[in-house]
């Protein structure tokens, strides 16, 4: 156990949709990071939050936005959803910013868009 | 741009027999390289990291090298056993705090 808790473990939605993915950092971890996984892109870095500021962003569609509040959960949310939306999302969680180091991963929310 | 190739994305081997993983990356600045195992149904764990001031690091069975003039580094496991079957993933950190995947190797090992 990574001690980063992700949640829902599944989501089943249609197109068009909205959708919000939560996640729990490890106790202490200041840095929460969001990943999307799929078979054909592996591992995409989408954005980067650091104590309830936004940090480092990459290749995050405008239709999704992410927040980090005071307690340092983080929600991911994905709206007017489509089907090349279906992934796995995976969220990480570090002490540290400043050098990305010893990211640990929650198990994921596999989102299926119908 | 900020990229990390990996290869290759197959890897069959014989229980006992090595296994070798290599990762380049696009930006010279780069310092830290993670290499991360992920298992069925679960999310990626890190297993050995280097930063550009070592050349090699070794743990037990896994170890990685560095080569920064190349732009190149590489995972090695000796004496493989069928726990070590799982998808591998390579990373590389670029400026603005990003840490950016390879797209992963998929290891059998066969007993």
């Known amino acids: 156990d990574s001690g980063v808790t992700q949640t829902p473990k599944h989501l089943i939605t249609a197109t068009g949709q909205r959708v919000t993915l939560r996640c729990s950092p490890r106790?202490?971890?200041?840095?929460v990071y969001w990943y999307q996984q799929s078979l054909d892109q592996g591992l995409q870095f989408l954005i980067q939050?650091?104590?309830?500021?936004?940090?480092a962003k990459g290749n995050i569609l405008e239709r999704f936005s992410a927040q980090q509040f005071p307690d340092l959960h983080s929600e991911l949310n994905l709206s007017s959803l489509e089907l090349g939306d279906s992934a796995l999302y995976f969220c990480?969680?570090?002490?540290?910013?400043?050098?990305?180091?010893?990211?640990?991963f929650g198990s994921g929310t596999q989102l299926s868009v119908l | 741009g900020e990229n990390v190739e990996q290869h290759p994305s197959t890897l069959s081997v014989q229980e006992g027999d090595s296994a070798v993983i290599k990762c380049t990356y696009s930006d010279s600045a780069s310092n830290y390289f993670p290499w991360y195992k992920q298992e069925l149904g679960k999310g990626p764990q890190l297993i050995i990291d280097i930063r550009s001031n070592v050349g090699e690091k070794k743990d037990q069975r896994i170890a990685v090298t560095l080569n920064k003039t190349a732009k190149h580094f590489s995972l090695h496991i000796t004496e493989t056993q069928p726990e070590d079957s799982a998808v591998y993933f390579c990373?590389?950190?670029?400026?603005?705090?990003?840490?950016?995947f390879g797209q992963g190797t998929e290891l059998s090992v066969k007993p």
């Open positions: 990373a590389a950190s670029f400026q603005g705090g990003k840490l950016i």
């Open positions: 939050y650091y104590n309830g500021e936004e940090r």
């Open positions: 990480a969680s570090s002490l540290d910013s400043a050098t990305n180091e010893k990211l640990f």
């Open positions: 106790s202490g971890d200041l840095s």
